[in-house]
């Protein structure tokens, strides 16, 4: 358990000092820049398009530290260091998300805020859309990491990063976007379900994929 | 250093075949090492050292054979696995944490390799030479009774050659198992040495 959470903190460490948490932020934060600049200041388009529009953000922002998030470990030897003292691939996979989730859906979380006000979202969805994203974000990590692990060392990782992710996030746009029609209840509903199979489906998957990227 | 094991560590290996990427690697490959014992692994490039260490290590499944390993196993291999942008003792301390090491014995470590007049050097301004060192710093530190040495004295000058043979010889003496895979041969008494022969055969 200590060597669990030395790892995670080595995750948040390393976002924070690499700039790996930075990049998605930023990203984030202008689309909903420039969002308004392509539809205009009309405050009730923007207040019922908004919302649709930093859900896509945040699922390709999280596109962007996929590249970092096993490579370097496989090619330091990292993993492999791990692997001899007897962690199972999974418990590294989780340790990855589990520093993931630090790493990037907070800071994301956080952005939304500032995302909303640019964007100029009503406050009623505001809290929609974070309760939403609160749900989908440790489920988008896991996908990140699941990816990561699958990709690492293939040539056009990041492009085919990009084709693995974006349809597996799809249920997770549906319901998410679903969220913010008037009654959100069993959207929310469906997000979480569908979150949680995710987000605990993923240290699986993503510790298979570093088994069978050893070599 | 002294690895206070609760059971002798041993490791024996019997009639071990592994086939990477459609090439039979090792064949009929039998190894037995207890108590003490230093294994020198020796043959040309690609004759399968790096393989048999990884096999050991975990890192590599074996494709017939058996296979039984008593005791914890540390490796120190061409991969540095250590954080480049922090200096080099606390790089170091995230794996003695790991290992669960105490501080005197993260401190033996650092001097066996003569480490300690660059502990606040970041990682990756250290020479490869360097590296080496820090790596082997953490094997030393790791507690482990078995030690997987690949191609140890790559990049060690003569000084420091001396301190790996010194730590080897410490290891051994203190009831430690220890398998180098390298081309020069350890200055020190080898229990074995195992020849490996290229296998090339195609499967």
Known sequence: ?215 | MSPRQAYSPAVALENVAVIRGNRLVLNGFSLAASVGDIVWIRGANGSGKSTLLRLIAGLLPKTSGQMKIEGRLALADENAALDPNLPLEKALNFWAEMDGAAPDIREAALIAMDLVPLADVPIRYLSSGQRKRVNLSRLFASHASIWLLDEPYNGLDSANTARLDAALLRHSNSGGIALVAAHQSPSINVAQSILLDPQSTAV
Not at chain 1, 26 to 53: E, M, N, S
Not at chain 1, 58 to 74: K, T, W
Request: aromatic share 6%.
């Open chain 1, 1 to 215: 358990m200590k060597g669990f959470l030395a790892l995670v903190s080595r995750e948040v460490r390393l976002a924070w000092t690499g700039g790996g948490l930075w990049l998605p932020v930023i990203f984030y934060i202008a689309v909903a820049t420039l969002f308004p600049f392509v539809t205009g200041p009309d405050k009730a388009l923007l207040g019922r398009t908004g919302g649709g529009i930093l859900w896509v953000a945040a699922l390709l922002a999280s596109l962007l530290p996929i590249e970092r998030l096993i490579l370097p470990d496989r090619e330091a030897g990292v993993l492999d260091q791990l692997t001899v003292r007897g962690w199972s691939d999974e418990l590294v996979a989780a340790a990855k998300i589990t520093g993931h989730i630090f790493a990037f859906a907070l800071p994301l979380l956080l952005a939304t805020v500032v995302a909303s006000a640019l964007i100029g979202l009503p406050e009623a969805k505001l809290w929609t859309l974070l309760c939403g994203l609160a749900l989908a974000l440790p489920a988008l990590a896991g996908l990140s990491v699941t990816i990561a692990a699958l990709t690492a060392g293939l040539s056009g990782a990041s492009a085919l990063g990009g084709l693995l992710l974006v349809p597996l996030a799809i249920p997770i746009l549906i319901f998410g976007a679903g969220t913010l029609a008037e009654n959100p209840g069993n959207a929310m509903q469906l997000l979480a379900a569908t979150s949680l199979a995710m987000a605990a489906l993923s240290p699986f998957a993503a510790g298979a994929a570093l088994r069978a990227g050893r070599g």
